[in-house]
Each structure stands twice: as C-alpha cells, then as structure tokens.
C-alpha cells in the first residue's frame, strides 16, 4: 500500500475519528483506525463495537492495500506536519513509513484483515435534515439527555416521524426539551415512528454538521440507524427501551405567563447562581407587578439577590427552579425574549419562545 494526500486533508479525516476510537479498551486494534484505498482515494473507518464512522479523503493512490495505525499517534503527528503532501507507505509486518516534507516516521500497524467489520446499514433515507435542521434540533434537546446510565431509555435523544415533521425529544426526568421541524420527503402515515439515538453517536454528529446547506439522510436497519452524507457515514445501535410519553407531562394549563429579556436573565442568574446550593442549585423566582426577583439564601456560602425589570401585571408568584437547567435551555436560545409560563410553585415551569412556537421546554420545579 502507499498514497500521496494533502496533509490538511487527511488531519481533517482523522480529526472526525478521534472520539469514536477506544484508546484505553481491551481490543488494541480498536484504538486504531483502519485505512484502505480506493478509487482516487482512501477510506477512513473506526469504531467502538456500539459506533463506527467510515469517510472517503481524495487522494493519490500509488499501491492498492490497507492497514491499521493508532488513531491518536497519527491525528498527533500529522497536526504538527507542515502543510504539504503527506506519503505513506505500508512495509514488512505492517509497519508504516510516514513522511512529509523532512520529517519521516516510521509507525507500527496491526494486519487490517482484524480490524472488524462495520455493520450493515440501510441506504435508503427514512427522514432527510439539512445540515442546519439536525444540528439546531441536536443542540436544542442534548442538553436534557440523562447522565444516569442506569436508565438506558433517557441516555439519548427521541427522533420521532410524525406525517410531515419530525420531533426530537430530551428528558432526564427533572427537565425536558422538546422541537419540531418539517421534514423532506414523502409524509408518513399511521402511528409515530420512534428510535432512541444515543448520546455518543449524537456528539460525534455535531462534530460532522459542517456544511449546513448539505443534505443528511437518516436510515435504520434491524438494530443499526445510520445518518448518511456523500460518502461520510456514521452509525450506531439504537437504545433499547422504552422512552417516557414526554406529552403527558407537557403542561396546558400554565396560565400565568411572563416575558423575560433572556440576556438580562442570563446574566442575573448567573451572579444570583454563585451561591446557590452546590448540590440542588435552587435559586427562587418571585414575581410582582415589573419585577422578577431571584434569590438564593439557603446556603452556608452566604445569600444572593437580583432584580430583573419585566412587563408583568398580574399576581405575585414564587417558584424553586434549577439555576443550571434554566441556564441551560437559555444558551441555546437565539430568540430576545423567553415566556416563562406558570400555574404556581408545585406545577413545572414551561418555557416557550414567540417567535417559534414548535419548541419547548420544562423545567420541574423545587420545594420552597
């Protein structure tokens, strides 16, 4: 085997590889990333076992073959290679030549007929994003995905084909975040179509939505859900399990609504935050006529306080909420202005924009 590739070219490829490779797991081979040629090019794949991304770099191919080299050695190397035409050679044993420009290495593979095989996925698109739809859905619901790996069904994201939209849901039963978008394609009848994405294959996929105006095809096979650009696919098993029915807990009767500055409520409650409970994180909400105050004073770290002006006219309202879920949901929130829609201090607090009413979030609330 030997190629000829831009240097540039090949860091980006092993750059999209680099949170897939297991480089502390009992399968050495699985901390390498497998390189073989193809026609005016070579084809990158690693994987995990649970993930795996294959990509296709253009590139001068001198000698067919393939081989395996240690994924993070070689993102390293080439990161500190000038930017010039990198040649690779495959020697005796699997040891690989690298040189660039004056710098020459020599690296050790392992035999690319070991490296395992990626699962068979499905080319045909069950649902189409464009770049900028999958990764503003991703980024509007990650955050609420659960850390608690015990509960298999909240570690990732519900995508949901509905007709001619598609939800995408997080919840770790203390908050949630629910958006909806029209999707391309022919509309989907009978019941909801639903898979469970889990939060790995949901990371790496941020890190791939480059190109918002390209095209990205969801497809699921048996146990396998690929999301497919070009030549550049990446896949993982679904979860298994049961997600929550997320619109029984979707309130309807919030009826106390108030417009807040959602700048002006970051930057209060970031200050009032500071000395919240560093286990709860409870700051208290109380609103009267214009004013939100927030309040966090049940703290040995001492007691904060900060008014924020809102055009509210109606009665006084109190309410415990998470500093850092309310925080979250507000920086990934473009919108001037957020509604914080109430009933009283033991229903959640619903969070909803004007300027787009198919998102949403909840935010349960904490005892005074």
């Known amino acids: 085997m030997e190629i000829k590739i831009d240097r540039d070219i090949f860091l980006t490829g092993m750059q999209k590889v680099q949170g897939i490779v297991e480089s502390k797991g009992t399968m050495p081979i699985l901390s390498h990333v497998h390189i073989a040629t193809e026609k005016d090019g070579i084809l990158l794949q690693a994987t995990d076992l649970e993930i795996g991304i294959k990509g296709f770099l253009p590139a001068q191919v001198v000698a067919a073959g393939a081989v395996t080299l ?29 040189k660039c420009g004056k710098a020459k290495f020599r690296l050790p593979g392992l035999p690319a007929s070991d490296y395992p095989k990626l699962p068979e996925y499905s080319e045909e698109a069950l649902i189409e994003f464009s770049g900028k739809q999958l990764k503003e859905m991703i980024r509007k619901t990650y955050f609420a ?8 069904a909240l570690n990732g994201l519900l995508l949901e084909r509905e007709k001619d939209h598609v939800n995408m849901v997080g919840t770790d039963g203390h908050r949630l975040a629910f958006i909806k978008r029209p999707v391309k394609g022919k509309a989907s009848t009978g019941e909801p179509q639903g898979f469970l994405l889990p939060k790995k294959l949901l990371s790496e996929l941020l890190k791939l939505l480059e190109d918002e105006d390209a095209s990205y095809a969801f497809s699921v096979k048996d146990n396998q859900l690929a999301f497919i650009h070009g030549k550049e696919v990446i896949l993982s098993r679904k ?20 417009p807040v500055n959602t700048q002006a409520l970051i930057h209060a409650l970031k200050r009032v935050a500071l000395l919240a409970d560093e286990k709860s994180k409870m700051v208290r909400f109380e609103f009267e006529q214009g004013l939100l105050t927030l309040i966090s004073d049940n703290t040995e770290l001492g007691d904060a306080r900060e008014e924020v002006e809102i055009s509210y006219k109606g009665q006084d309202i109190s309410i415990g909420l998470n500093a850092k879920y309310v925080l979250d949901i507000l920086s990934v929130v473009e919108d001037e202005e957020i509604t914080l829609n109430l009933k009283d201090q033991n229903h959640s607090c619903l969070i909803t924009l004007d300027q787009d009413k198919d998102y949403l979030s909840i935010v349960m609330p904490m005892r005074l």
């Not at 995905?145 to 298999?152: C, G, V």
């Open 70 to 98: 240690n994924a993070r050695k070689l993102f390293d190397i080439l990161r500190e290679l000038p930017n010039l035409e990198v040649h690779l050679v495959r020697g005796d044993n699997d040891w690989v030549k690298l």
């Open 145 to 152: 995905i659960s850390p608690d790996e015990s509960r298999q």
């Open 239 to 258: 979860i298994d399990g049961k997600f929550p029915n997320y619109r029984q807990v979707i309130p309807s009767d919030n009826d106390v609504r108030i």
